[in-house]
């Protein structure tokens, strides 16, 4: 429900920032009730946050898009993990050209992808999963061969190179999140820099392909994937350019001169 969403954001943060002068510490020597009886902000033209609406399949047909301007969308979200078949070269002319049409101002921000860490398949093929229970003590490392699936007792991800930096970077102590935090399990011995013994520390279902995040750990591996490069690459000969280019695994500053140097 795209429109429905942007609606709500949009209606959420002016009532907010109508409000806002109100949450001020107050004397209670006698009873101050206008914030309980304040009339609901309606003038959308006073909003100062912008409302950022990620496009996707549901969202970025021609009749849409306009209708999602009208609803209060400040800024199109462009996720270039989806940047593919012509998508975004037919959505961009159409973005700039209702903004314009409309007497709107409307930003583009190009979403890069960034390195991917993910779990491997499970095995029993693509709808079976294992379960997490707290306090399980199991295996977790990079796949020994094209078989080495996940199962009990065992969790394993794919080698590549950041995904093998990040098993190298853990340590005992070290918290893994899966699936952005449903489940999470804690680096209890530190077997080899492919393999790492952990305890389920918020267990779940474990089904394949889950993303793995590590976020008080350091990995040496690159910002920028090399479809990154080339996404932004793509972005920057958009004409007009994207307004934002966001960096989806930026660790240190390092990290953003890359992008500054492609922008160069």
Not at 66 to 78: C, D, H, K, S, V
Not at 80 to 88: A, I, K
Not at 138 to 162: A, H, S, V, Y
């Amino acid at each position: 429900f795209p429109l429905e969403a942007v609606r709500a954001e949009a209606d959420a943060v002016l009532e907010a920032e109508s409000v806002e002068h109100y949450l001020v510490p107050q004397v209670l020597d006698d009873y101050f009730v206008d914030e309980a009886n304040k009339p609901r902000e309606m003038d959308d033209s006073k909003r100062k946050t912008k409302v950022v609406a990620s496009l996707g399949p549901a969202s970025w047909s021609e009749e849409m898009i306009p209708q999602m301007i009208e609803a209060g969308t400040n800024i199109f979200r462009l996720n270039c993990s989806h940047r593919r078949d012509g998508d975004f070269e037919r959505v961009y002319p159409l973005i700039r050209k209702y903004a314009k049409d409309m007497g709107k101002k409307v930003e583009c921000l190009g979403d890069l992808q960034g390195p991917k860490f993910r779990v491997a398949e499970v095995a029993g093929g693509p709808s079976a999963h294992i379960d997490l229970h707290s306090g399980d003590i199991l295996e977790f490392g990079i796949c020994q061969n094209d078989t080495d699936d996940i199962r009990p007792g065992r969790i394993t991800m794919k080698p590549t190179i950041e995904q093998n930096a990040l098993v190298k970077a853990c340590m005992v102590g070290t918290v893994l999140l899966i699936e952005d935090g449903l489940m999470e399990v804690k680096v209890m011995e530190k077997v080899s820099e492919t393999e790492l013994k952990i305890q389920v520390v918020r267990g779940g279902k474990l089904k394949a392909r889950k993303g793995v995040n590590v976020p008080d750990v350091e990995i040496d591996c690159a910002a920028l994937t090399k479809k990154d490069i080339e996404d932004a690459e793509f972005i920057l000969k958009l004409d007009p350019p994207c307004e934002y280019i966001c960096v989806s695994f930026a660790q240190k500053a390092q990290d953003l001169q890359e992008l500054i140097d492609i922008m160069d």
